[in-house]
C-alpha cells in the first residue's frame, strides 16, 4: 500500500514558478513508477509527467515539454514537480499517482493504482 500527500500548490502568476511535492509512505515507494496528472474545472484528468521507479527515465506531456520537471527523491519517499513558465492553461488540480511495484510508467489514469487528495495551481494572467 502506498499513501500519497501533495503540497507545493498555490496562487501564481503568469512566467513564475512552483514547486510540487508529494510524500509518501509505504515501504514500496521506492519500487512503483510515479505520475503527475492535472484535471482543470470542466476537463478530463490528463496526464502531465511520470518517472520511472529508478528515477532513470521521465516523461511528459507535450503540452508542459520544456516547462516542467518531474524529479524523485527515494531516500525521503517524495517525488517533485518542478513547474516553470506557468501558463493560465496550466491551472487545474494537480494529483500525484503511484502504479504497483515494478510496474512501468504510463500515461493512463486508469493504470495508476494509489492517487493522493490533490493540490491546487492557479496561474492568473
Known amino acids: 500500500q502506498v499513501q500519497l500527500v501533495e503540497s507545493g500548490g498555490g496562487l501564481v502568476q503568469a512566467g513564475g514558478s512552483l514547486r510540487l511535492s508529494c510524500a509518501a509512505s509505504g515501504r514500496t515507494f521506492s519500487r512503483s513508477a510515479m505520475g503527475w496528472f492535472r484535471q482543470a474545472p470542466g476537463k478530463e484528468r490528463e496526464f502531465v509527467a511520470a518517472?520511472?521507479?529508478?528515477?532513470?527515465?521521465?516523461y511528459y506531456a507535450d503540452s508542459v515539454k520544456g516547462r516542467f520537471t518531474v524529479s524523485r527523491d527515494n531516500a525521503k519517499n517524495t517525488v517533485y514537480l518542478q513547474m516553470n513558465s506557468l501558463k493560465p492553461e496550466d491551472t487545474a488540480v494537480y494529483y500525484c499517482?503511484?502504479?504497483?511495484?515494478?510496474?512501468?510508467?504510463?500515461?493512463?489514469?486508469?493504470?495508476?493504482?494509489?492517487w493522493g487528495q490533490g493540490t491546487q495551481v492557479t496561474v492568473s494572467s
Open positions: 499517482t503511484a502504479r504497483s511495484t515494478y510496474l512501468s510508467t504510463s500515461y493512463y489514469a486508469r493504470d495508476y493504482a494509489y
Open positions: 518517472i520511472t521507479w529508478s528515477g532513470g527515465s521521465t
